[in-house]
């Protein structure tokens, strides 16, 4: 059953795997000339999160397996949901180290967040800043528009290449009402207009403009078309509902906090083999603490492991044990 699966969810790297993906539902491809530029390397945005040794076990459970490889075989949007803590945005990130597609494009949601934030700015003071400076260039003012042109992460998502790349839409349901909406066109057509650079399409075809990485890259025509859809992961802790017209068209996974196996590879993730084994008290303590129906997000687990390795160091179980405890405390704790 797991034969067909692009993404594993090991932690091991395999950076072939993308490529054996099959072409896409007809309704799902597009067909842009791929621009060349450059994809920047996994960053310690994704290390930190992941950790610094590979799991050694599956780290995701098989029901969200599945729907994550359905998101990638079909190019549709993930729409992730669980409670804070259980891996949600890390779930981008382990797409990206192992699949190899580079720096992930992090795009944080919130109440002000627009669109355009999403796709690209426009620092049109600068440039009038910059023509009263005569830094225009020979062109005149008119030409040098790329310059001020910045793609955002959802517009460096769009730009046309052969592999796709992950694009983390954070906390979308802390969006303004409108959000869902508008990013739903943008996701469906693969491509969104630049109307600066529209405009002079006349005179210049091609335009130079910065990515969300830091690097320069093409746009014909001002407008940004994709060709292989990226991976879209975006999270939301149900704080709110979303219009049924972008359910349509995302797949929908609930991820269950780590526990068990799960636990026991991610332990082991950031503090090394045979951790989980020498911690086995404090894991427990996390867990059974559970009984209580109180929210544990496993941050809390991974900040006791590491006070408990250095501020205990030769004391006694009870002390280390009643120090995770203290750190260990539900979320909701005082609230109720
Ligand atoms: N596959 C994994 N491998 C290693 N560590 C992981 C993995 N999944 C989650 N973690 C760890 O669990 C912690 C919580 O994960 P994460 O921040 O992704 O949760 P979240 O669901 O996005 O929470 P929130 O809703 O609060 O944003 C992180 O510190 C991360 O390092
Ligand atoms: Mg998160």
């Given at each position: 059953m797991t034969g067909w699966f692009v993404y594993q969810g090991s932690g091991a790297p395999d950076p072939?795997?993308?490529?054996?993906?099959?072409?896409?539902?007809p309704w799902r491809a597009f067909d842009a000339e791929p621009t060349p530029y450059d994809v920047p390397e996994i960053d310690s945005a994704t290390t930190r999160r992941l950790g610094s040794s590979a799991p050694l076990?599956?780290?995701?459970d098989s029901k969200a397996l599945q729907l994550v490889n359905a998101a990638l075989y079909l190019r549709r949007p993930m729409l992730v949901t669980g409670d804070?803590?259980?891996?949600k945005s890390t779930l981008a990130h382990s797409l990206a180290y192992e699949l190899g597609l580079g720096r992930v494009l992090e795009w944080p949601v919130v109440?002000?967040?627009?669109l355009k934030d999403g796709l690209y700015t426009y620092d049109a003071i600068g440039r009038l800043h910059d023509a009263q400076l005569d830094r225009?260039?020979?062109?005149?003012?008119?030409?040098?528009?790329g310059r001020y042109v910045k793609l955002g992460p959802l517009g460096t998502a769009l730009i046309a290449a052969d592999r796709p790349r992950v694009l983390l839409v954070d906390?979308?349901?802390?969006?303004?009402?409108?959000l869902p909406n508008d990013l739903l066109n943008v996701l469906e057509e693969g491509r969104f207009a630049i109307p600066e650079l529209e405009r002079i399409a006349d005179r210049r075809a091609e335009v130079d403009v910065l990515t969300d990485d830091g690097r320069r890259v093409k746009v014909k025509n001002g407008v940004v078309r994709c060709k292989a859809f990226p991976v879209v992961v975006m999270t939301s802790n149900r704080e709110r509902e979303f219009p049924l017209p972008l359910l349509r068209r995302c797949v929908t996974l609930d991820l269950q906090a780590p526990r068990e196996q799960r636990l026991a590879a991610l332990v082991q993730a950031h503090f090394g083999e045979g951790s989980y084994e020498a911690n086995r008290d404090i894991v427990e303590l996390f867990t059974a603490a559970e009984a209580d129906g109180a929210l544990r997000p496993t941050d809390q687990l991974l900040n006791a492991l590491f006070l408990t390795q250095h501020a205990v160091?030769?004391?006694?179980e009870r002390q280390r044990e009643d120090l995770a405890d203290l750190l260990m405390q539900p979320l909701d704790h005082g609230l109720r």
């Open positions: 072939g795997r993308i490529d054996s993906l099959p072409e896409p539902p076990l599956p780290v995701q804070p803590g259980a891996g109440s002000r967040t627009e225009g260039g020979a062109d005149g003012i008119s030409e040098d528009v906390e979308l349901d802390k969006s303004d009402i409108d160091r030769g004391q006694s």
